[in-house]
């Protein structure tokens, strides 16, 4: 069925019900699962506050990257606990972008999104993750109807 899977997560509810199809989906047909998450670089205010008020010696470890890295553990978790073999994607780019390259990447022959910012006129303004992804993936999607 599937051999590779590729799933994208911000850590929000509706993103765990897109993992937890995945995982499920990735056990069933034995395949690995790699869970992708995407930040920014650019500091924000706060971060760039709390990381000025840190010790020295763990300013390091405050940033957009640390946040992902937390969430990317917990789906990987998940995905452990149900014998699935997984790595984890914390990259540097808009969300569509950071999947559909990680799918690219592992020869992804399925990826999981999903449905959250496809209702309304934003999506023909704006785009949407979910948008972007079925019109751009190298291989099928599956978009997990969340809301």
């Known amino acids: 069925m599937f051999t590779r899977i590729v799933v994208g997560t911000d850590g929000s509810d509706t993103a765990a019900q897109a993992?937890?199809?995945?995982i499920e989906l990735a056990r069933l047909s034995g395949a690995t699962l790699s869970v992708v998450s995407a930040y920014s670089s650019g500091a924000s205010r706060g971060q760039q506050g709390e990381k000025a008020a840190a010790p020295a010696d763990v300013q390091y470890e405050i940033g957009p990257r640390e946040d992902v890295n937390m969430v990317l553990e917990v789906a990987a978790s998940d995905a452990r606990k149900a014998g699935i073999e997984v790595q984890?994607?914390?990259?540097?780019?808009d969300p569509a972008e950071a999947i559909?390259?990680?799918?690219?990447?592992?020869?992804?022959?399925?990826?999981?999104?999903?449905?959250k910012g496809m209702t309304g006129a934003r999506r023909y303004l704006l785009g949407s993750v979910p948008?972007?992804?079925?019109?751009h993936?190298?291989?099928?999607?599956?978009?997990?109807?969340?809301?």
């Open 19 to 22: 993992v937890a199809q995945a």
């Open 88 to 93: 984890t994607h914390a990259v540097d780019a």
């Open 100 to 115: 559909l390259n990680v799918a690219e990447e592992t020869g992804a022959d399925l990826v999981v999104v999903g449905n």
């Open 137 to 147: 993936a190298p291989c099928s999607v599956m978009i997990v109807r969340t809301t």
């Open 131 to 135: 948008n972007n992804v079925s019109h």
